[in-house]
């Protein structure tokens, strides 16, 4: 019997890279409900995450109907309940469900918290990029956290952020010290100051694995806050959208 899904394929919108596949009941694709437990599974397959979901209420009866289970992309279970996607790096072992509260949250015991963190995508336009930092992107992009690092993506557009609080309150000091600091072979540095903020620009081509990539570096300094901003870009065709980054970026 053909299945007919909560969501049409027309609904499913790109959220997370090709991270794998995983098994899903009905309960969640055809009758609608959100994840209540989640569990990951060691698999010997790249493309098998592991994980199963289900949407509460499934008796041993139903799992045992290989007809109330399928496969599906990560990225597609994502788009029926988006709650999953900051538990889809943790490791196998790892059991997640739906607490009193109505959040999903791990269960299982000694599970490490992963490097990699993946977050709703931003849309075009004004993004909060931290409590105190803000700045505007000219596309859809995917988002996740990755070693400390949030990191703004899409296919030839990689932006990486890193922002804190520094022990220097002289943010004119920090400002110049990091252009002292910067490679020699910078090109196009640029430096602005208003309403008790620095930012800093500048472009540089760099040697990635034996081939020329090239980056942008933005910087902004306050008193109490300091964003780094690296950006990695395929070609001048991107240099719009890292004006608007540049020009945009504020600390609120």
Not at 11 to 19: A, Q, S
Not at 75 to 103: C, H, K, Q, S
Not at 111 to 116: A, G, L, N, Q
Request: charged letters at 25%; hydrophobic letters at 35%; one cysteine or more.
């Amino acid at each position: 019997m053909e299945k007919s899904f909560r969501l049409k394929p027309s609904d499913i919108k790109r959220i997370l890279p090709d991270i794998g596949f995983a098994l899903a009941t009905d309960k969640i694709t055809v009758d609608g409900n959100r994840v209540d437990y989640m569990i990951r599974e060691h698999s010997d397959r790249e493309e098998d995450s592991g994980w199963i979901f289900y949407g509460g209420g499934e008796t041993q009866e139903y799992i045992d109907d290989p007809n109330n289970t399928s496969v599906y992309s990560l990225n597609t279970l994502a788009n029926y309940d988006p709650d999953i996607i900051e538990f889809l790096m943790y490791p196998p072992g790892t059991e997640v469900e739906r607490n009193e509260d109505g959040n999903l949250q791990v269960i299982s015991e000694n599970t490490e918290s992963p490097d990699i963190v993946f977050m709703l995508p931003v849309e075009k336009g004004h993004v909060n990029i931290t409590e105190f930092w803000e700045f505007s992107v000219n596309s859809y992009m995917l988002r996740r956290f990755d070693n400390g690092s949030l990191v703004i993506w899409r296919p030839g557009f990689t932006i990486w952020l890193t922002s804190y609080t520094p022990d220097n309150p002289n943010y004119n000091d920090r400002a110049s010290d990091l252009v002292t600091r910067a490679s020699p072979n910078k090109t196009d540095l640029e430096r602005i100051e208003s309403d008790g903020l620095i930012k800093v620009r500048y472009f540089l081509d760099e040697e990635v694995n034996g081939e020329l990539q090239s980056s942008a570096y933005i910087y902004g300094f306050t008193e109490c806050q300091e964003i780094h901003i690296a950006i990695y870009f395929d070609g001048p065709k991107h240099r719009s959208e890292i004006d608007n980054v540049w020009s945009s970026l504020a600390c609120t």
